[in-house]
């Protein structure tokens, strides 16, 4: 894969990648200079999306040794300090942070709350950071935590500047994603930029917003997309089982229909 992404990006593999992610209210951007500090923070998560960061194997130890300092994260570093989050906390260029916030741990509210103050981008990292996923179906009352009963996507709490939606993202996505801000590739990334607060996360969205309105065309893309096969091809129309569907969002982002990015697409297959 890192061919592919040489081939999209023009980079070496072994170059030392220098940068300087800057944020202003509004526009994003990166300018050339260090290494981009980067943090990865777990709250109602399952890991999927870090585990899936890692099946980048063929450029994963490039990735991460070369191109970005690894600067916080219970599951990355072996620095981090369990319940310091505000004392240890550093400097962040790029925090990703997985899982929707529980509204009843206080130790999640105050991390992305403190991960906020210290990144100058924040990513929703995978579809419950984006939209809630599956902890939209949370209603508290199991042991050991009964009152841990409502989980919000992360926008609902802090301002999210990008997302990676999927469940899991794709390895891909999240390398191309991590290459695109590193190189100031703000074309690539503006889909990311865009979905950063969306709050399509279900089936019924795809059904609502494209099918009834007449503007699927068959494709098939959603019902490939969709990671617990909720979505069945019938007569060339999607038809969505609901009971299946874990409101993930990925159908509603990869529906050619609810957006179109000629323009990156044919940079992206160099057209
Ligand atoms: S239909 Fe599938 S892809 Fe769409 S939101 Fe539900 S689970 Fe996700
Ligand atoms: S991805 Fe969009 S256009 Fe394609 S079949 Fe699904 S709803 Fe229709």
Redesign the pocket.
Known sequence: MFEKLKKSFGKSETKPVESEVKYEEGQVSVKPTNKPKIGYIHVSGCTGDVMSLTENYDILSTLLSDMVDIVYGQTLVDKWIHGTYAEEMPDMDLCFIEGSVCLQDEHSLIEVQEARKHSKLVAAFGSCAMNGCFTRFSRGGQQAQPKHESFVPLSDLIKVDLAIPGCPASPEIIAKSVVALINNDMDYLQPALDIANCNLACGCD?QTN??NKAL???????ALACPTKAIDMIEGR?IINTNRCIKCGS?NV????TWFPLDKIKKEFNL
Do not use: F
């Not at 699927?216 to 893309?221: D, S």
């Not at 990869?254 to 229909?257: A, G, S, T, V």
């Open positions: 795809l494209v099918i699927c065309t068959g494709c098939g893309t959603c999607p159908c990869h529906c050619p229909r």
